[in-house]
C-alpha cells in the first residue's frame, strides 16, 4: 500500500507529500511530526521547518527506493547466459553449459526451457534429444515423453534415438500379448535407419527377440522360422559393422534346419554379402574423417556435440571436401540396388543426407547438395522444405537464399519470392550495420596522428585532411588536400566492409532482375526507386538498372539509362569503377560528345595516382576513333599529369592492336631476344637486354641491375672461391631466357599489366570487365614486394644458363612412376626386415653357362 500511494504522488510537490505522508502512516512511526506539531513550528519559523519536513521525506523517499532495489535481485547465471545465446546462438560452449546449470539446478521446467531452446537452435541433435527424454522416463510422466518422441523421430536419421526409443517401448510392453507392437516398432524403426551401418545392433536385437518367442503348434513355428529367415536375409545384403556376425549366425541358423536348403540360400546371398563387406570397408574409410570423437564432457553426463560456426579454416575446408566426396559416392549406388529396390536405395541416401546437414548445419554447400538431390528424385515440396530450414541455419547464405527464390519463381510463387528477398535484404542490412559499428570502433585510433596523439573527428591531421574525408567505407574522398594518398590508406576492415557492400548490392541486382523477368519494366523500377532509398546500395546497383533499361526499354531506354548514371553519379562520382563504368558505356553506344563531356568534368577530381585509369581509357578511344591532333593534345595533357613516363611508351600503345605490339617485338628487339639461345659463358647478350629495357622503360619504375661479375671458365671453381669471400657483392637477379615473353613484352612500358583495346560495342562490356579486375588486383598487389633478398639473388645470379646443361636428360614419366612405386619406411613404425636370402640348393649347383675365366675366375665374375 505505501508502495503504491508514493507512486500515485509521484507528480506532488515534496511539501504535499510530506504532509500526506503525515496524515497516513502505515508503519506506526512515532518520529513524524503530526499536524498539530507542525502548525505550532510554522508559526515560530515556517522556512526551517519546511526544510526540515522537505528533508525527512526525501531520506524517507530514499529509503523505500533502496529498499525497492534490494528487493530486485539480480539475475541469475542462467539467465543471463540464456540472454546471451539469444543474441549470438552459434555458441555451443554456451549451450553446454547452460544445460549443466539446469541440470544442477534440477528444476524441471528450467531443464525443459534449456532443451528446448537447444533443440531450436540445433534441431535434431539426437545426444540433445535423448538427454531431454530422460527426465520424463517415470511412469508419470510417460505421456510427456510419447509427444517427445512423436516430434523427435519424425525427422531423425540417427540411430542412437532409435535405439533408446526402442528401448523404451520394450520396458513399456513387457507383456506376451504386447509382442506385436515390440515388433512393429522394430520394423518402423528399421524401415527408417536399417541402412545405416551402425544399425546392426538393432537388427542383431530384432532378430534375439523373434528368436526368443514362443510357440505351441507346429504351424506357429514355421512361421517364427520364416521370420527370422526373411530378417536374416535383409540383414546381410546391408554393409553393417556386424555384418560378418550376423552371416556366419545365418549359416548356422540354415544348416540347423536343412543342409540341403541352406547350400541353396547361402549360395544366392553370397554376391550381396560380399558386396556388402566391400562396400563396409570403402564406408569405414569415407566416414572416419567425418566423425571425430566428441569433446570429453565437462560434467558427469554425456557430451552433446553441437556444430560450430564456420571458419573456412584448411581444416574445415578439407571436412567440406570429405563430405562431399562421400556423398558423391552414396549416389553413385556403390551397393548396385537394381530398379526393383531404387525405394531402398532412395530412403539410404536421404537418410545420408539428413545426417550431413545435421553435423554440417552452417556449410550452405551441403544444404544445396541436398535440395539438388531431393529435386532429382521428383520430391519438389520436400526439396523446398530443405531449403527453407537451409535458410533457418544460415540465414545469411545467399546460395540458399538465391536457389529458393528461383524455385519459388518457377512454381510462379511471385508473392514467396518477393518475401524472401525482403528478408534477405533486411538480415544483410542488419549484420551492415553491426560490423559498421565494430569497424568505427576497431578504426577509433586511425584518426590520430603521426605523434600518437587522438585528433578529434573532422580535425586536419598531420597532412592537412580531415578525419571526416573517411566515407562510410572508409575511402578517401576525392576533396581531401592530400591529392597523393593513396586508396589503400584506409582501416584495415574497410575494405572487406565495401566487400559486403557489393555483396548486398548483388541481391537488389537480382531482385530487379527477378521484378523484370517475372512482372513488366514497371515493377522493376519500383524495385529500383526501393534500392536508391537504401543508403547501402552500391553503385553496381546503379549500372545494372541502367544497362538494363537500354536493353529492355526499346523505346527512349538510352535516355533513362543515361539519366540512372547520371544519378548514380551524383553518390558515387569518386568510385573510379563507376565513373569508368559509365564512359564505358557512353562510348559503346557512340555518344562520343556526352562521354568527352564526361571525362572533362571527372579527370579533374581524381588525384593523379587514381586517374590513371580514366586516362588510360580516353586514350584509347583518342587511338582507335580521333584524329591525329586530338591524340597528340592528349598525349601532351598525360606528358604534364605524368612526366615520368617515356615519350615512346604513348607511341608504341598508339600503334597497337588487340595487344598486338610490333615496336616492341620487333624494332626493340622482345621477340627475338626470347628466341636467343644464350651460350653458357656468354652473359653478354643478357646484359645488352637487360640495358635495352632499362634505356626504355622509366627509371623510376624499373631500377638497372647491378652488372653481374666476370665469371671465371669453371663455375664450379668460381662458386668455391666466392663461398670464401662473404664480402662479394651480391649481383642482381639474372633474367632467365625460357621466362615468358608475353609478360616482359606486356610489362615493357607501363607500371601494370597493358590493357586490350575496346572492339566492337559489342565486346565492350567484357574489356571493360577485364579493365576494372586489372585495376582491383593492382590496387591488392600493390604494397607487396616483388624483390628477391641480396642473397637469393646473388644465387640465382650463380647458377649456370639452362643451355650449358650437357648432363642424361631423365624422362619424366618414368621417373614420377619410380618415386610413385618406391617403399618409404614410415617414420613411426619400424622398417619391414628385407626378406632373408633364399637357401642355397641341395646337391648339385646348377650349371654355369657363362664364358670361362681361368681358375678362380668366378669369384671375381662382371657378367
Not at 669453371?714 to 662458386?719: A, F, M, V
Request: proline share 8%; charged share 25%; aromatic share 10%.
Amino acid at each position: 500500500m505505501s508502495e503504491q500511494h508514493d507512486i500515485q504522488n509521484d507528480n506532488d510537490t515534496p511539501t504535499e507529500i510530506a504532509s500526506q505522508d503525515a496524515v497516513y502512516n502505515p508503519n506506526g512511526d512515532k518520529t513524524q511530526p503530526n499536524e498539530e506539531i507542525l502548525n505550532a513550528l510554522n508559526a515560530l519559523n515556517p522556512r526551517a521547518i519546511s526544510n526540515a519536513t522537505q528533508n525527512g521525506h526525501e531520506q524517507d523517499h530514499g529509503q523505500q527506493e533502496n529498499s525497492q532495489d534490494s528487493q530486485q535481485e539480480p539475475p541469475s547465471e542462467w539467465h543471463a547466459l540464456r540472454d546471451k545465446l539469444r543474441e549470438h546462438p552459434q555458441d555451443p560452449e554456451g549451450w553446454n553449459k547452460l544445460v549443466d546449470i539446469a541440470e544442477n539446478a534440477g528444476d524441471l521446467e528450467q531443464i525443459k526451457q534449456t532443451y528446448e531452446a537447444l533443440l531450436e537452435t540445433y534441431p535434431n541433435t539426437s545426444s540433445a534429444q535423448i538427454a531431454y527424454l530422460n527426465h520424463f522416463l517415470s511412469p508419470g510422466l510417460f505421456q510427456y515423453a510419447e509427444e517427445l518422441f512423436k516430434r523427435f523421430l519424425r525427422t531423425s536419421p540417427l540411430v542412437d534415438l532409435w535405439k533408446f526409443y526402442l528401448t523404451y517401448v520394450r520396458r513399456v510392453n513387457t507383456s506376451p500379448s504386447s509382442r506385436e507392437a515390440v515388433s512393429r516398432a522394430y520394423e518402423f524403426a528399421l524401415n527408417r535407419i536399417g541402412q545405416d551401418k551402425d544399425s546392426g545392433e538393432i537388427w542383431h536385437d530384432y532378430i534375439q527377440f523373434l528368436k526368443a518367442g514362443e510357440t505351441t503348434t507346429t504351424w506357429e513355428e514355421q512361421q517364427k522360422m520364416d521370420a527370422l529367415r526373411k530378417v536374416y536375409h535383409r540383414a546381410v545384403q546391408i554393409p553393417l559393422e556386424n555384418v560378418e556376425k550376423l552371416w556366419s549366425e545365418l549359416e548356422t541358423f540354415e544348416n540347423s534346419l536343412n543342409k540341403i536348403t541352406a547350400k541353396k540360400f547361402m549360395s544366392d546371398l553370397s554376391p550381396s554379402y560380399m558386396q556388402a563387406r566391400t562396400v563396409l570397408r570403402q564406408l569405414q574409410r569415407h566416414l572416419g574423417p567425418l566423425f571425430p570423437p566428441p569433446p570429453p564432457s565437462s560434467s558427469s553426463r554425456p557430451p552433446i556435440y553441437l556444430p560450430p560456426a564456420p571458419t573456412f579454416n584448411a581444416a574445415e575446408r578439407a571436412l567440406v571436401g570429405s563430405w562431399k566426396t562421400y556423398l558423391k559416392w552414396e549416389e553413385s549406388n556403390p551397393l548396385e540396388f537394381e530398379e526393383k529396390d531404387k525405394a531402398t536405395m532412395i530412403s539410404r541416401i536421404q537418410g545420408v543426407y539428413r545426417k550431413a546437414i545435421i553435423r554440417m548445419r552452417y556449410y550452405s554447400e551441403i544444404w544445396y547438395m541436398a535440395f539438388v538431390w531431393t529435386s532429382s528424385i521428383g520430391k519438389q515440396e520436400e526439396a523446398l522444405n530443405v531449403l527453407k530450414a537451409g535458410m533457418e541455419a544460415n540465414p545469411s547464405s545467399f546460395l540458399l537464399h538465391f536457389a529458393y527464390a528461383e524455385a519459388q519463381e518457377g512454381r510462379k510463387e511471385q508473392g514467396e519470392v518477393t518475401a524472401t528477398f525482403d528478408k534477405f535484404l533486411d538480415t544483410l542490412r542488419a549484420d551492415l550495420e553491426e560490423f559498421e559499428s565494430r569497424v568505427n570502433s576497431a578504426n577509433s585510433s586511425f584518426s590520430s596522428d603521426a605523434s600518437g596523439r587522438t585528433a578529434p573527428a573532422g580535425a586536419p591531421n598531420a597532412y592537412g585532411t580531415s578525419t571526416s574525408a573517411f566515407t562510410e567505407a572508409g575511402i578517401v574522398s576525392n576533396n581531401s588536400s592530400f591529392a597523393t594518398q593513396p586508396a589503400d590508406e584506409k582501416p584495415p576492415k574497410s575494405k572487406e566492409l565495401q566487400e559486403r557492400r557489393t555483396e548486398y548490392g548483388l541481391v537488389w541486382i537480382m531482385y530487379i532482375r527477378y521484378a523484370r523477368r517475372a512482372h513488366d519494366l514497371k515493377t522493376f523500377r519500383a524495385v529500383f526507386a526501393k534500392a536508391r532509398k537504401d543508403r547501402w546500395t552500391p553503385w553496381e546497383v546503379y549500372e545494372a538498372a541502367a544497362l538494363m533499361e537500354y536493353h529492355c526499354n526499346k523505346d527512349g531506354g538510352m535516355g533513362v539509362a543515361s539519366r540512372i548514371f547520371e544519378k548514380g553519379l551524383e553518390s558515387f562520382g569518386d568510385e573510379i569503377e563507376f565513373v569508368l563504368r559509365y564512359l564505358g558505356f557512353l562510348i559503346s553506344v557512340n555518344d562520343d560528345n556526352n562521354a568527352r563531356a564526361l571525362f572533362e568534368r571527372v579527370i579533374q577530381t581524381f588525384p593523379a595516382e587514381r586517374a590513371r585509369p580514366l586516362w588510360e581509357r580516353w586514350a584509347r578511344y583518342e587511338y582507335q576513333f580521333g584524329d591525329l591532333e586530338a591524340a597528340q593534345k592528349l598525349e601532351k595533357r598525360i606528358a604534364e599529369v605524368y612526366p615520368t613516363d617515356p615519350p615512346i611508351k604513348r607511341f608504341a600503345q598508339r600503334h597497337t592492336y588487340l595487344g598486338t605490339d610490333a615496336i616492341a617485338a620487333r624494332d626493340l628487339g622482345f621477340a627475338m631476344a626470347g628466341r636467343q639461345q644464350v651460350g653458357p659463358g656468354s652473359s653478354s647478350s643478357i646484359e645488352k637486354r637487360t640495358d635495352s629495357l632499362v634505356s626504355i622503360t622509366s627509371t623510376a619504375h624499373i631500377q638497372p641491375p647491378q652488372p653481374p661479375p666476370k665469371r671465371q671458365p669453371s663455375p664450379d671453381l668460381k662458386r668455391r672461391e666466392d663461398s670464401v669471400k662473404p664480402d662479394f657483392a651480391p649481383p642482381a637477379k639474372r633474367p632467365r631466357p625460357s621466362s615468358p615473353i608475353r609478360d616482359r613484352d606486356r610489362d615493357r612500358f607501363s607500371d601494370g599489366p597493358a590493357r586490350k583495346r575496346f572492339g566492337s560495342p559489342a565486346g565492350w562490356e567484357k574489356d571493360r570487365d577485364r579493365e576494372l579486375h586489372t585495376i582491383k588486383r593492382d590496387r591488392e598487389h600493390e604494397d607487396k614486394s616483388s624483390n628477391l633478398p641480396a642473397v637469393l639473388s646473388w644465387f640465382v645470379g650463380q647458377l649456370p644458363n639452362p643451355a650449358s646443361f650437357d648432363g642424361p636428360i631423365f624422362r619424366t614419366d618414368d621417373l614420377m612412376m619410380l618415386l610413385r612405386n618406391a617403399v618409404i619406411p614410415s617414420a613411426t613404425r619400424r622398417a619391414t626386415p628385407p626378406p632373408p636370402l633364399p637357401a642355397p640348393p641341395r646337391g648339385r649347383p646348377p650349371p654355369d653357362y657363362g664364358p670361362y675365366q681361368g681358375p678362380g675366375g668366378g669369384r671375381g665374375r662382371r657378367y
